[in-house]
């Protein structure tokens, strides 16, 4: 299986400051049609997971833009430019590369 | 609008059996793989399986597999997802969720606790 490991698993950020979390696999998530899916899910309390961004970059429809994705490979990072009170909660990176699809653990954001 | 909506609770004993059900309305049903996820109170996400409502072929993750069934209803546009021999540690926020996977559309997530 694929194992996704993210960090740090929890990051306590000030209002209005940026904020990144880093999520790395055990193998490339390079599918063979050449896309590579891994995305970002945002989780609040008692919430189903929110959608914020797919293959790597691409921002769902409605999403900010101060959230944003980057990487490559094995290695990838979700980055807030601009912490709001708002974004507190659980995000997760996932990949939907090879089966079984696996999450990282998690980073709780904590707004300062 | 898309909408995937979950049946409610349940409380089962160990060595029991589940089965949650997720009623989806929107979009043509057949067209779409629904996946299943489940999370721990307090734990992660955790993937299970997925299922094609038009052509009833099923995937599952390794742990769930001989004790996960994952099925539909296509007159009904509901698919259902079974685990049997429940342990303790099954105790869980089941959720359906839409291909592609992940999706923007999810169930509200139906909660099985696992008690003696």
């Known amino acids: 299986d694929t194992v996704v490991t993210q960090t740090p698993l929890s990051s306590p950020v000030t209002l209005g400051q940026p904020a990144s979390i880093s999520c790395n696999s055990s193998?490339?998530?390079?599918?063979?049609?050449?896309?590579?899916?891994l995305s970002w899910l945002q989780q609040r309390p008692g919430q189903p997971p929110r959608l914020l961004i797919y293959?790597?970059?691409k921002r769902f429809s409605g999403v900010p833009d101060r959230f944003s994705g980057s990487g490559a490979g094995t290695n990838f990072t979700l980055t807030i430019s601009r912490v709001e009170a708002e974004d507190a909660g659980l995000y997760y990176c996932?990949?939907?590369?090879?089966?079984?699809?696996?999450f990282g653990q998690g980073t709780k954001l904590e707004i300062e | 609008q898309v909408q995937l909506v979950q049946s409610g609770a349940e409380v089962k004993k160990p060595g029991a059996s589940v089965k949650v059900s997720c009623k989806a309305s929107?979009?043509?049903?057949?067209?779409?793989?629904i996946h299943w996820v489940r999370q721990a109170t307090g734990q992660g996400l955790e993937w299970m399986g997925w299922?094609?409502?038009?052509?009833?072929?099923?995937g599952f993750a390794q742990k769930f597999q001989g004790r996960v069934t994952m099925t539909s209803d296509t007159s009904i546009n509901t698919a259902y997802m079974e685990l049997s021999s429940l342990d303790f540690d099954d105790t869980a926020v089941y959720y359906c969720?839409?291909?592609?996977?992940?999706?923007?559309?999810w169930g509200q997530g139906s909660l099985v606790t696992v008690s003696s």
């Open positions: 996932v990949q939907a590369t090879q089966f079984p699809y696996t």
């Open positions: 929107g979009y043509t049903f057949t067209t779409y793989d």
């Open positions: 293959q790597i970059s």
């Open positions: 193998h490339s998530l390079v599918h063979s049609d050449g896309n590579t899916y």
């Open positions: 969720t839409r291909k592609p996977f992940p999706s923007a559309f």
């Open positions: 299922m094609n409502p038009h052509s009833g072929n099923t």
